[in-house]
């Protein structure tokens, strides 16, 4: 069982990595979409580091949304999904390798940026790794629940638009935490209480999201 | 089956179930009209004008109710989805879809009259606290919900698809609730608790029972016939459709 979690990983990562592009887009998505932020507000130094957080954050889920789409797409399309149905491994260890190599390609070039990105807006040290620790735990969570309706969506018409449509909803819970963490950090709040959440969320989201994206790609492969 | 003395399953049936709603539906109406007059009638002219909040606080006859209902049909839809789900059978599936748009129309009203009411007592037509932004987000659910529905052309793919999500949505509400509260909190306390009792004045609060029920047949009548169309739009090939339709004709 493991071993399936394992190859499949490899497997995603080695597709991922002959196909570049896909994840550069993603990436420079976020450092676009953040950037435009000052353009847009003003180059006023105060402002920006109190919206930072928030800014960061709102960008990091707009950008996992836009990977969501590849998820499932490309196995759908060539019947490989057909396959890992009827694999005597159960689906929810699958849907949790898939998950788990799309974060590393799109959430954790995501984190590992965001530093970067705080420096544009002046934020401290200490805030920067709160940041960081905030992105490490709520974007796999936003991988995990954002799976739910690219399986959803599985071959549909607009499909990009609607996935966003179910799963935003569902990720404010994330964002409220991970934005609140960093800004309990810059206003000396301890950024504790949030991250604990943030982690307590992450964990349920590992639970129970492979079990519905099964589900759902059980519904959508028919 | 036989050997039961109630046929559970009788109006599980879209043929044994289109003719009972029929009636339903007629009656709910009914009743939702003479409630809705009467609720209408005490609310502007029965209750008295509150002391600290003047003429105004009278939106919340129909916001109030128009809150709790757009909660109640979601967890409803839920229900519907999840035995749909389990028990593979068609016509709850049908419910769910059918008591969506309903659900979607008392959150847009409830956030509309929430937003009347916020101007003369806030002075602002809308505040990020915690009340309002969940329910905000229970409309986007709700969206997501008729748009996932709209966007599958296999109905019976749409049904199971729509009720996972409508699953989602469910256990997902607490906790959006939750991190939305301690997030940020404005909003007054619940005037209405169970076991407090109530802080209204009695006139008031049976004004707004009224207009509760008031809101359930509506909801009842509406949603009723909303299945009873999609009933006849997905069996449209079966006998009895086509003898109900040609025998009208």
Known sequence: MFDAFLTLVRRDLVLAMRRRSDVFSTLFFFVIVVSLFPLGIGPEMNTLRLIAPGVVWVAALLASMLALERLFAADHDDGTLEQMLLAPQPLFVLVLAKVAAHWLVTGLPLVLIAPLLGLQYDLSAQALQVLVVSLLLGTPALSLIGAIGAALTLGLRGGGVLVSLLVLPLCIPVLIFGAGAVEANVSGLGEQGHLSLLGAILVLAALFAPLATAAALRVSAE | ?249
């Open chain 2, 1 to 249: 089956m036989s050997t039961r003395l109630i046929n559970w399953f009788k109006f599980s049936s879209p043929a044994t179930f289109y003719p009972l709603a029929g009636r339903i539906v007629t009656w709910s109406a009914v009743v939702a009209v003479v409630l809705l007059a009467i609720g209408l009638y005490m609310s502007f002219f029965v209750a008295p004008t509150d002391y600290k909040q003047g003429e105004g606080y009278r939106i919340i006859f129909v916001h109030v109710p128009a809150s709790w209902m757009s909660m109640f049909i979601y967890v409803v839809m839920a229900a519907w989805s999840g035995i749909g789900l389990v028990f593979n059978t068609r016509l709850s599936s049908m419910m769910a879809q059918a008591l969506a748009p309903t659900g979607a129309l008392f959150a847009f009203l409830a956030l509309w009259t929430g937003a009347f009411w916020g101007k003369p007592m806030w002075g602002t037509w809308w505040v990020w606290d915690a009340r309002l932004t969940s329910e905000l987000i229970l409309l986007f659910l709700y969206i997501g919900f008729i748009a996932l529905q709209g966007a599958i052309d296999d109905p019976r793919r749409a049904d199971r698809a729509g009720a996972i999500l409508a699953l989602v949505g469910v256990v997902n509400i607490p906790i959006i609730y939750f991190s939305v509260k301690w997030w940020n909190t404005l909003h007054q306390g619940a005037s209405v608790t169970i076991t407090k009792g109530s802080s209204m004045g009695q006139v008031m609060l049976v004004t707004m029972l009224i207009m509760v029920f008031a809101f359930w047949a509506y909801a009842i009548a509406v949603s009723l016939a909303r299945v009873r169309a999609i009933i006849l739009e997905r069996e449209k090939e079966t006998t009895w459709v086509r003898e109900l339709v040609g025998g009208a004709r």
